[in-house]
């Protein structure tokens, strides 16, 4: 099968369905009423929906304790139901991608359950065991002053299970050949149902091999080629989107030096040196990350994005640079999480200050990369930190004025709405933003829009300009004889960006276009917090001149 390569230059929007909208009145989230805001993200330019863990689940951690894959959690629908949605995306041109959690099941999994009253029983291996606690069970915790141990006593299976998150989420053995293959029956399963594509929760841990008595855990690279053969073989368009918080030097470990594994991974680097750079307004670290995070197969692509449903992991700067970022957008420590990250969302990180959260936008889009949003970011939504860990970030989405923000009309399901201070429904919500022409959402319409129209950050090849202002980040795409230019200005003060270059520059977002003079420098002002998008030369589009061919062995040329 032919992949399309669509990811290259989608705009993927993340939400969860129980924090979407409910239509049935009960306080949850549901498929039905996710169905019926399925315009409103066509309007935003949204042209892949990815969906949070929405299968049955005891809901401990927001449905990533799966405790079955094949079914929808009755709060939110039927298998019906989400078949609907998957065809009214469909109709709409947007593509579905879902969670993928294998790392881990529920401890109420009847698999688990099975294992644990059974010794003989098939789901044994399934689990990573051990007859003592382990020496090392305290190391290696991925939430610190929340988690203790990686090994938990089963009483029933007089045995110590493995768990590299909290101690209901025991971990599947990977290695074992039949949970690889369970593996590969889900992938077909959802991608049956109309999936496109899916978002590998914790990679490094999937393919990592478990044990009591492995002490350097070695990863299983050929498992993530498997993965991607399934696809290609079912469905020849899907992809994986990879949860691949790794360094530089393993990236293409990952994508396959061939192009043969993963299509896509998050670029954690990137994400981590930006928000550095936000709160230094020096830009040299982001590109230094920008160009160790360059190497990929053509056919891969990274996901850029500013927050998401966890917290802003700042574990891979250095202690001096997290301290920065720390002091910058979580000075208090009910904001900051697990010794290494901020918990909030972007638009309370960065004081609501509406030039501060266009600059942060206009970066991710431009960027190279897919951009990720998350729900409720295009209308500038807050935070609750009254609630426990990363929750505070997944409160429901504020679609107008009426009570509960015109999430739902019930409070029997718990909906935990903000209603009071500047980030409240009451101010901070869909239907007044539609109203207002220079509202966030509708300057978020504009510039997803433009974006599109600017395959060159997606296929091109890109490299990062000297200025003398290291406040100032200028990057430059060419892709098939077009050239687009980025200028962004991450200080609060006003500069000016003095260059060569004796292309006349057209703004694509303004008319504030760009002549060079007479020995062919621009000489751009940028007040505080300022961007421009340019094109070099005219407005011409780019299919005018040329068709972009987006199949399977004829991706761009990269540099």
Request: proline fraction near 6%; charged fraction near 25%.
């Amino acid at each position: 099968m032919i992949n399309d390569l669509w990811y290259k230059n989608a705009i993927v929007y993340c939400l969860s369905v129980g924090s979407f909208q409910d239509a049935n009145g009960d306080g949850v989230g549901d498929f039905q009423g996710l169905v019926r805001r399925l315009d409103y993200l066509q309007g935003l330019g949204v042209t892949a929906v990815w969906l949070m863990p929405f299968q049955t689940s005891p809901g401990r951690d927001g449905g990533y304790d799966i405790a079955d894959y094949y079914n929808v959690d009755p709060r939110y629908g039927t298998l019906g139901d989400f078949v609907e949605f998957t065809h009214a995306a469909s109709q709409r041109g947007m593509r579905v991608m879902i969670d993928l959690v294998v790392n881990h099941t529920s401890d109420r999994h009847p698999w688990f359950r099975d294992a644990c009253r059974d010794p003989s029983s098939k789901y044994r291996d399934w689990y990573v065991w051990s007859k003592t606690r382990p020496a090392n069970a305290s190391k290696g915790v991925v939430f610190p002053g929340v988690q203790k141990s990686t090994w938990t006593y089963e009483k029933t299976a007089k045995a110590w299970y493995f768990h590299r998150f909290y101690d209901f989420q025991p971990d599947l053995d990977t290695a074992n050949p039949h949970v690889q293959a369970e593996i590969l029956k889900i992938m077909g399963f959802w991608t049956q149902l109309g999936v496109s594509g899916f978002r590998m929760d914790a990679v490094p841990f999937v393919i990592a091999t478990k044990g009591a008595d492995v002490k350097t855990p070695k990863e299983q690279f050929d498992m993530l080629r498997s993965f991607r053969e399934l696809l290609q073989w079912r469905k020849g368009d899907a992809i994986i989107l990879a949860e691949a918080n790794v360094l530089p030097r393993d990236d293409m470990k990952y994508f396959g030096s061939d192009g043969d594994r993963l299509q896509m991974m998050f670029n954690f680097q990137v994400n981590q040196h930006l928000f550095y750079a936000l709160a230094s307004a020096d830009v040299r670290s982001l590109a230094k990350a920008l160009q160790k995070t360059r190497p990929r197969p053509a056919t891969a692509q990274w996901a850029l994005f500013l927050r998401n449903h966890d917290e802003l992991d700042l574990g891979r700067l250095t202690p001096a640079q997290r301290e920065r970022v720390f002091a910058a957008f979580g000075p208090d420590k009910d904001m900051q999480l697990y010794d290494r990250g901020i918990r909030r969302r972007l638009a309370p990180m960065l004081r609501n200050d509406r030039r501060r959260l266009e600059l942060a936008y206009s970066l991710m889009l431009t960027l190279p990369g897919t951009p990720v949003l998350r729900y409720g970011d295009e209308i500038g939504m807050g935070d609750d930190l009254s609630l426990p860990e990363r929750e505070c970030a997944r409160t429901p989405m504020q679609w107008s004025t009426e009570p509960y923000g015109g999430f739902t009309r019930s409070r029997r399901g718990g909906a935990t709405v903000i209603s009071d201070g500047p980030f409240g429904y009451p101010h901070v919500n869909v239907a007044e933003q539609r109203r207002d022409p220079s509202s966030l959402l509708n300057w978020m319409e504009r510039v997803i829009r433009m974006r599109k129209e600017i395959p060159e950050v997606a296929w091109g090849d890109f490299e990062v300009l000297p200025l003398d202002d290291n406040a100032v980040l200028m990057m430059r795409y060419t892709w098939r004889g077009n050239t687009t230019l980025f200028l962004h200005n991450l200080s609060d003060a006003p500069t000016e960006a003095d260059f060569s270059l004796r292309q006349r520059l057209t703004n694509v977002l303004s008319d504030e276009h760009s002549e060079p003079d007479a020995r062919g420098r621009h000489r751009i002002l940028l007040e505080p917090y300022g961007y421009r998008w340019f094109r070099e030369g005219g407005l011409g589009y780019i299919l005018d001149r040329q068709e972009i061919d987006t199949s399977e062995g004829k991706s761009p040329e990269r540099g």
